[in-house]
């Protein structure tokens, strides 16, 4: 039972340069989410899902988008990345909502030159 | 948005001593839970809590939901080494974007 994985663990950009980051988890959850952490800030909430075709902006979703096509993959795109997107990014999900805690991924560090 | 004030930032403390962190916030929550960060690895959740006045352990830590619903703590009794790592508090007010708010965390340092 892996949980929650994420991949790449690791990623340099240039800037305008644009990628996807996957998220997938095992625990037939039905919330899953995107945060990014940088030093100072904590965590950040940028986008989130309730269910499978459901998307949602958190705190901090520009310059992002992200697509639930199946119940079990998040995905985390950035069209034209920026050094402002330097971070690291984590993916997390739950059953029912954020009252029930999450399940984290280990987390992909992305920098952006 | 809501904000949470976690305090303190760091804690510099000997092995066996034991470690009081909180959180407070302008905002009522319903759900305050506690997080444990190791280096390189994504916070795992240490303690829920879902009622105001609750006191819950698990192990050596011990956590309290405020009963104005606006902070919480974190208690750890006689620390250890793998104690070591970043402790976040998170809260969900149930309103507005769905999603945990989480404090800016508290580094745990234990010195031999």
């Known amino acids: 039972n892996a949980g929650v994985t994420q991949t790449p663990k690791f990623r340099v950009l240039k800037t305008g340069q644009s990628m996807t980051l996957l998220c997938a988890q095992d625990m037939n959850h039905e919330y899953m989410y995107w945060y990014r952490q940088d030093p100072g800030m904590g965590l950040r909430l940028i986008h989130y899902?309730?269910?499978?075709?459901?998307?949602a902006k958190g705190e901090v979703p520009d310059g992002y988008n992200v697509s639930r096509l199946k119940k079990q993959n998040f995905l985390l795109g950035l069209e034209s990345a920026a050094p402002s997107q330097t971070s690291v990014y984590f993916c997390a999900s739950s059953y029912i909502s954020s009252d029930d805690g999450y399940t984290f991924g280990s987390g992909t560090r992305l920098t952006v030159v | 948005g809501q904000q949470l004030n976690q305090s303190p930032q760091s804690m510099f403390i000997q092995e066996g001593e034991d470690v009081s962190m909180n959180c407070t916030s302008s905002?009522?929550?319903?759900?305050w839970l506690w997080y444990k960060q190791d280096p390189g690895e994504g916070p795992v959740l240490l303690i829920a809590l879902y009622k105001a006045g609750e006191l819950t352990s698990n192990g050596r830590l011990t956590a309290q939901f405020g009963i104005t619903r606006k902070d919480s703590f974190l208690n750890i009794s006689a620390s250890i080494p793998s104690d070591v790592g970043i402790y976040f508090c998170a809260g969900h007010g149930g309103g507005g974007a769905d999603g945990l708010t989480f404090g800016k965390g508290t580094h745990l340092i234990i010195q031999p």
């Open positions: 899902s309730v269910g499978e075709g459901t998307t």
């Open positions: 905002s009522i929550f319903n759900t």
